[in-house]
C-alpha cells in the first residue's frame, strides 16, 4: 500500500448546508453531481456526501454524530492567517476554539463544521510548507 | 481560506498498536516524536497521536470510538490493487467488507483500522490518478 491519501469524505446531514459552509470559507467545487461535492486541493480531493448513504455504502451503523476521532488541519504561513481564518469559520456558523500559542512553538485553533467535523488551523514555523499548503516534513 | 488540507491526524487509543498496523500496510513514518508518528504522503501528511491527547488539545469531551463520519480513501489503477491491499488489511487485523463493484463503474472495499477509522480502496476509472495516488478531477 503506497502512502497516499486519494479522498477524504465527509458524512453530512444535511448537503445544502454542509456545501454552503464550505462555500462560505472560499471553497468551490470542481464536481457537483447527486448532492454530492467534491474539492480538488492539495493533492488530496475533499469531498462531501451524505452520511447516511456513506454509512450504508460502508456497511455499517451509524449512531449519529459525535466526534470523530479525526482532526483535518489547515496549515498557514502565519498567525495573522490563523486568525483571520477562524474569523470567517465564526461568521459561518462554525463553532471555534479561540487560536493559542501551541507546545511546539506555533499558534493554532480549531473551527468545527456543522455536521461536527473539526478543523486545525495552524501555524506551525517547524514544519515546511508548501505554496498549496502542503506540509514538507525534514527528510527522515 | 485556500482549498487545501495539510495534515489529518487520527486519533488512536494505542499508540503501538496503531504504528504498527501501518507499519505492516507498508507505511514508514519520516517523524515518530513523543508517541506522534508523522507520515509523508501525498502533499498531505498523516499523523496517529493519543485520542485522549488530541480530544483536550481540540478541548472536546471524547464519548469513545465508533464511526466518524469519515472515510479516508485509498485509490488504486486497478481491481486487483484493491483484492491486494485488502487482504493485506485483513492479515494486519483489520475489518474488510469485501470488494465489489460500485455504481460508478468501479471497484471498492473498505477496511477498518484497529480505531475504527474506515479506508476505503478503490478502483475508480472515472478519475485520474497520479502516480502517488493524487485524484485528479476532471476540470470545471
Given at each position: 500500500m503506497k502512502q497516499s491519501v486519494s479522498l477524504i469524505t465527509l458524512g453530512v446531514s444535511d448537503y445544502r448546508?454542509?456545501?454552503?459552509f464550505y462555500e462560505a470559507l472560499g471553497w468551490?467545487?470542481?464536481m457537483d453531481v447527486e448532492e454530492t461535492a467534491f474539492f480538488q486541493a492539495n493533492?488530496?480531493?475533499l469531498a462531501l456526501w451524505s452520511r447516511e448513504k456513506l454509512a450504508?455504502?460502508?456497511?455499517?451503523?451509524?449512531d449519529g454524530a459525535r466526534w470523530s476521532g479525526i482532526a483535518l488541519a489547515h496549515n498557514v504561513g502565519s498567525d495573522a492567517e490563523v486568525d483571520q481564518i477562524l474569523d470567517a469559520a465564526r461568521r459561518s456558523g462554525a463553532k471555534v476554539r479561540d487560536p493559542a500559542p501551541t507546545f511546539y512553538g506555533g499558534y493554532a485553533g480549531y473551527f468545527t463544521d456543522p455536521d461536527g467535523h473539526v478543523w486545525e488551523v495552524a501555524h506551525n514555523?517547524?514544519?515546511?510548507?508548501?505554496?498549496?499548503?502542503?506540509?514538507?516534513?525534514?527528510?527522515?
Open positions: 448546508r454542509a456545501k454552503a468551490t467545487p470542481a493533492g488530496v480531493v450504508a455504502d460502508i456497511g455499517l451503523k451509524d514555523p517547524g514544519f515546511g510548507l508548501a505554496d498549496d499548503g502542503s506540509v514538507i516534513l525534514p527528510a527522515g
